[in-house]
């Protein structure tokens, strides 16, 4: 085995040896138990006396929805404002110009709902302002509303019967406090430490061995690169995001921004287990993340490493694996690990260009972000995989005989509704969406809007189609890398990608708290032999062929069509 | 006990032919609504027919060759009629079920009683007993059909109720108590007996199961109705997979014809469950039917797989309803065979059950024994003792123990202490001891023991893999009950039962989460069945009791809850399966499909086309046929019920997995590739 692919899975290792503390860390925050982080306290409470927030309060599922959908309101518009004004506030060294509206919203909603796709280049898109008060802090509070939605799902899953899902600000709060903020400043001083600016000035002028002068873009970027990618946000600091030299300038900043985007996510599957002290269940659910996980990477890894059939066919030789759009400090091997972290996680950052994946990786992220919930984005990756369990539940309970139940409640027509909703709802977004922007590029090349269809496309063909199918695939899982093949930064792209974007966050979010409220409020059926276990792995197996044919079937002429028709051509 | 079980072959050519004309009846829009899958079904095949007409009117051939057209037509069209057949073949077969329970009660003649003034005078009128209504009555006499449900009023019969139970022995009706209830059909042997109608025509319990194993009435229970759900938003997926194909294949450049959308996405949608899915429920109650239990509704056949904990009465379920003598326990210095002369004696004319298992145990045969001049005493509850007077002076008594002990001690004698012992033991190994004394002095003590039925514990063995607890109520002391409980496999007994008890225990049960499940009999078991989940109340119980539970079971056969819970179970369980298999089927369809929508425009997926179908025509043609036959291929599967095992959840899971999951995913691959070459000879 070559060092590459040892290196990958080193990693991962790794990874999981964090993730384990990290996620029992996790459930004692939440649940308010003594920690390490306990000299924050006079902190926090502070800050619930200074917003009027008693955290003790208990809310119950609707409360707890209304908490979190009018606090994103608000950010939203702020978010906005601030974009569009930017060139008239402070800390602008480079003199970058305001956004247009149709890209404010974009970017707006875009950082709101933690997929940070991103239409412009940070480097003349932002200003320092914007990118600090904006995108970094929204890329804090997006990632602890998941989180702390998620925690509503715990306590519904923990109690046996309640209406009290906890209080969303107390979450929301300890999220920033105790998990991202820390977490955040240690990876931020390794990054520094290698590389990485962390400086107010403008552009730095360099004057090349050949005697050119190059404009560098720098900036406070360190801490942003850091919950960029604890908070599986994914939005760079600069256009090309991970692969570029100062946002991750080594191999070891490689590999510790990998970590760090599938930290969290991870980490949090454990702490289901140790809050609702329920370890088997998380167990389960880890394995079966894993499983595809493992197969993704192993698919890519290959794929990457053994270099284009297109290339090859010219006789040159690729020792290397495929290097179009991969960063050569890294290699094929770590690129494709990236790719399928940064698509599981609903991250979004690269280290590579996804556009230059090989037809099968390039199948595989979007496959990965069809299906959204192998550890997924911090919080909702889990809140994703519910609505999984809940139809596994309902058709495994009917085949072994009983009304089917989870943890004790009764799974009955109103929760299925919920649950197949939005299992309707994301195949419409993606495939409703692609086939509008198909249609358009079919039929209506020459329509007169800012950005001719006719030209949306950079590669014509399969590659093409790819491209759209990408785009709201990964709008729709919030996750916010992008085929960046795609002309995307024009009124149709900025508009229907914020629309997929806002309902494919909050519907998601709001659907399980539903589901769970429902279900907590049902009277609580003590476990018998009959009960099926839902923390057996043969119900996790079950889960798996649901996600494996749900996902299939409802993509399967889409994926055929794209990477699938582009492989079978090479 | 001999069971006239009818048993109608699945296909009977009575009901083809009825089932046949009803699915084109049920072609209606306004029907066929109510089955959102099937309805997507039945508007493809209207688009067909009108492409069709179109294409014969104008001649154009952008759509397709017309026979292939037709053909496609002609395939969704019989899809469709297929579901229907499902559902009407279940009918059908309910319906003649029912039918056979109905003949019995076709018009009889009724002795309706004529009031006269306030007072209700015997003024006898022979009416039809359809014209009998509720609080009416009518009086049977030794050889008459009872025309109508009712109570007794006044007066005994034995009554012939194998019409109705199958059950050839007759039994005793009387007024007043538990057992005062008669049904219409049955038959009075002996004795004339005055009865109050206590149904309206066409409100008894028969008519309403007959209502609903017709369909007629018949409400989606709880779980179908989630399912529907389920599958009405699978069938969305695949509308959305379809529409937005159009537009995909435009930027491909590929043309497809309708034929190819609405065939995908008839092949896409889960058709086979879809089509299934009612008739599952029809045949549900239809098998509660054939087991003679009458259920009121569809929810509780349902409800019943759910059980928990099983309340069961000792006597007649888990006992055979008699205690038999199973050893005699002579007193110090009596010998043996004088001890049990002494017992047949006493037993001769005692015709109880338990009388006679004493002479059968004693194997000395009665003949030796002469009793002319004998004067036997028969038992009385009061003196809690029988026995005989023999001409020769001897007094031979029988009894309880403290009934027999007052004999003694009052003439004088002691009672011995080993004696007493013996009593003691016999009771604590759930025995009831008899004490047989003569002239006043112990002979010694006969040990009736109760009877566990053959085979029940393996029954509870069965159940507790299902995950269900059984109770046993009995009125025996605790520790009697202990032992029976212990014995027989019971997880837990309720002892010194009174009817109040039962209803407690219910509540505590419900009140922890759990669905409990009981059978009775009585007027006092009314509260409690009405508590319960499901309650089942037996036939011969009184009319309070039928009424407060949802089942009523024709046989009163104690046992009929087990066989009530399996058939709930495998309600659900032949609706997941099916569900899984159908979804499961797509893959292959799938991959048939797909291939062959873009031939022309993509010759590279046609790596796609693992089972290599010949051409893109016969590749649809084989999806679709594959898709129409397999739900009259499972008709049979979904009428007769998955099996069920009693396995654990997780084994059973698997099990089913296995084989509808893996097996949904496998056999569409190989009938297409059949039907596909089957197709090549002809293409």
Aim: hydrophobic share 45%; net charge neutral; aromatic share 8%.
């Amino acid at each position: 085995m070559n060092s590459e692919i040892t290196g990958t899975i080193l990693l991962f290792a790794l990874t999981l040896l964090l993730a384990w503390p990290l996620g029992k860390y996790i459930a004692n925050v939440y649940a308010g138990k003594k920690t390490i982080t306990g000299f924050l306290n006079p902190v926090e409470r502070f800050l619930f006396r200074l917003c009027g927030i008693n955290p003790a309060e208990q809310m119950n599922w609707k409360q707890f929805l209304k908490a979190m959908l009018t606090i994103n309101m608000l950010w939203v518009v702020y978010a906005m404002l601030l974009l569009i004004f930017q060139d008239k506030l402070p800390l602008n060294p480079d003199g970058n110009t305001g956004q247009a509206p149709d890209l404010a919203f974009n970017t707006a909603i875009s950082f709101l709902v933690n997929c940070n796709l991103q239409h412009y280049s940070g480097e003349s898109g932002l200003t320092y302002f914007t990118q600090l008060f904006v995108v970094t802090f929204l890329q804090f509070v997006s990632a602890a509303t998941g989180m702390a939605m998620l925690v509503a799902l715990f306590n519904g899953i923990k109690e046996k019967t309640t209406e009290h899902l906890g209080n969303f600000w107390n979450y929301f709060i300890k999220s920033i406090t105790r998990i991202l903020l820390p977490l955040s400043i240690i990876v931020a001083v390794l990054l520094v430490f290698n590389g990485t600016p962390a400086s107010f000035d403008g552009k730095d002028t360099i004057t090349t061995l050949q005697g050119d002068t190059v404009q560098v873009s720098r900036g406070p970027a360190a801490g942003m690169i850091a919950i960029k990618q604890l908070g599986t946000n994914g939005g760079g600091w600069f256009g090309v995001n991970s692969a570029h030299p100062l946002e991750n300038p080594n191999y070891i900043t490689n590999a510790i921004q990998t970590i760090s985007i599938l930290l969290i996510p991870i980490a949090l599957v454990f702490s289901l287990g140790f809050y609702i002290n329920r370890r088997k269940l998380s167990k389960v659910i880890f394995a079966v993340m894993t499983f595809l996980f493992v197969i993704f990477c192993a698919i890519n890894i290959y794929f990457e490493t053994k270099g284009n059939p297109a290339i090859d066919k010219l006789g040159i030789a690729q020792t290397t694996g495929s290097m179009e759009g991969k960063e050569v400090r890294f290699g094929a091997a770590a690129t494709a690990l990236w790719s399928v972290a940064t698509t599981s996680t609903s991250n979004g950052s690269v280290n590579g260009m996804h556009d230059s994946l090989t037809p099968v990786s390039g199948g595989v992220v979007i496959l990965d972000m069809m299906i959204n919930a192998l550890y997924g984005g911090v919080g909702v990756g889990l809140l994703n995989y519910f609505i999984f369990i809940i139809i596994a539940v309902f058709i495994s309970g009917l085949m072994v005989g009983r009304t089917p139940e989870f943890i004790g409640h009764k799974v009955e027509a109103r929760e299925v509704k919920i649950a197949a909703l939005v299992t309707l709802l994301s195949a419409f977004l993606i495939k409703g969406f692609t086939a509008l922007a198909a249609y358009l590029v079919a039929h209506h090349p020459e329509m007169n809007l800012a950005v001719k269809p006719g030209t949306w496309l950079n590669n014509p063909s399969y590659h093409g189609f790819s491209e759209m199918l990408y785009e709201y695939t990964s709008a729709n899982a919030n996750n916010g890398s992008g085929f960046e093949g795609l002309g995307d930064n024009n009124i149709f792209w900025n508009v229907t990608t914020g629309i997929v974007l806002l309902i494919g966050r909050f519907l998601p979010i709001i659907a399980p708290i539903a589901i769970i409220g429902l279900l907590a409020k049902k009277k609580y059926i003590p476990e018998s032999p009959g009960t099926l276990r839902t923390d057996s792995y043969t119900f996790g197996a079950m889960t798996l062929a649901v996600i494996i044919i749900v996902t299939a079937l409802s993509y399967l002429p889409a994926l055929a069509l794209g990477p699938l028709a582009e492989y079978f051509s090479m | 006990m001999s069971k006239q079980k009818s048993s109608i072959k699945l296909f009977a050519p009575g009901l083809v032919g009825a089932a046949a004309r009803q699915s084109f009846v049920k072609l209606h829009p306004k029907l066929m609504v109510k089955n959102p899958v099937m309805f997507t079904v039945e508007i493809g095949t209207a688009v067909m027919l009108a492409v069709c007409i179109w294409q014969v009117v104008t001649g154009n051939k952008s759509e397709g060759a017309l026979w292939y057209n037709i053909t496609i037509f002609a395939i969704l069209l019989l899809t469709v009629l297929f579901a229907n057949f499902a559902e009407a073949i279940a009918e059908a077969r309910g319906k003649a079920q029912a039918e056979s329970l109905r003949k019995t009660r076709e018009d009889t003649p009724a002795k309706k009683v004529f009031t006269v003034g306030d007072m209700y005078v015997n003024e006898v009128k022979v009416v039809s007993s359809s014209q009998l209504r509720k609080g009416d009555l009518f009086i049977c006499e030794a050889g008459d059909i009872i025309p109508m449900d009712g109570e007794i009023v006044e007066g005994i019969a034995t009554i012939d109720e194998s019409a109705i139970t199958g059950e050839s022995a007759p039994v005793i009706r009387e007024a007043g108590g538990d057992k005062s209830s008669v049904t219409g059909g049955t038959k009075v042997l002996s004795d004339s007996i005055k009865v109050k109608v206590t149904t309206e025509p066409g409100e008894s319990f028969l008519d309403k199961m007959i209502a609903l194993v017709e369909g007629a009435s018949r409400q989606k229970t709880p779980n179908e109705i989630a399912l529907t759900i389920l599958l009405a938003a699978f069938t969305l997926i695949f509308v959305i997979v379809c529409v937005t194909l159009k537009p995909f294949a435009d930027y491909a450049n590929t043309p497809i014809t309708i034929a190819a959308f609405i065939s995908l996405f008839v092949c896409l949608i889960p058709t086979t469950i879809g089509g299934l899915l009612s008739a599952i429920g029809i045949a549900g109650m239809d098998r509660a039917l054939r087991a003679n239990v009458i259920a009121k509704s569809g929810k509780a056949v349902e409800t019943a797989g759910d059980v928990d904990v099983l309340l069961l009465d000792k006597t007649g379920t888990i006992t055979i309803g008699n205690r038999k003598a199973t050893g005699f326990h002579p007193a110090n210095g009596v010998e043996r065979n004088e001890f049990i002369e002494a017992c047949v004696l006493s037993s001769l004319a005692d015709q109880t059950p338990e009388g006679k298992s004493i002479i059968e145990l004693a194997g000395m045969g009665t003949k030796a024994f002469h009793t002319d001049g004998a004067v036997f005493i028969e038992f009385t509850a009061e003196t809690r003792c029988s026995g005989v007077d023999l001409p020769d002076g001897r007094r031979i008594r029988k009894g309880a123990y403290d009934a027999v002990k007052n004999i003694t001690v009052n003439a004088g004698h002691t009672f011995p202490e080993e004696t007493t012992q013996q009593v003691k033991i016999i009771s604590s190994n759930g025995g009831t001891p008899l004490v047989v004394s003569r002239n006043e002095k112990i002979l010694g003590v006969i040990e009736l023991q109760d009877i566990i039925k053959p085979g029940i514990r393996e029954r509870f063995e069965r159940l507790r893999k299902m995950g269900v607890k059984t109770v046993m109520v009995t009125g025996d002391n605790p520790l009697t009950a202990k032992y029976i409980a212990e014995k027989a496999g019971v997880d837990d007994f309720i002892a010194e039962a009174k009817p109040e008890d039962k209803m407690n225990y219910i509540r505590k049960e419900q009140q922890g989460g759990k669905l409990v499940a009981m059978m009775g009999d009585g007027t006092n078991d009314a509260p409690a069945l009405a508590q319960a989940d499901v309650g089942v109340s037996m036939n011969s119980g009184t009319q309070a009791a039928k009424e407060a539970g949802n089942m009523v079971d024709l046989d009163n056969d104690p046992t009929k809850l087990i066989e009530v819970v399996e058939i709930g179970k495998q309600l659900l369980i032949t609706r997941g399966t099916l569900t899984t298999f159908s979804i499961a089927n797509d893959v292959a369809k799938y991959f048939a499909i797909v291939p062959a929508l873009f031939i022309a425009s993509i010759p590279a997926l046609q790596s796609l086309n693992i089972m290599g179908l010949k051409s893109p025509e016969s590749a649809i043609l084989s999806a679709i046929i594959f898709n129409a036959l397999i739900i009259p291929a499972l008709i049979p599967l979904a009428l007769k019920g998955v099996q069920y095992k009693p396995l654990g959840a997780s084994a059973l899971l698997r099990r089913n997995l296995l084989i509808y999951g893996l097996g949904g995913l496998v056999v569409p691959f190989i009938g297409i590739k059949l039907i596909d070459m089957l197709l090549g000879l002809f293409m």
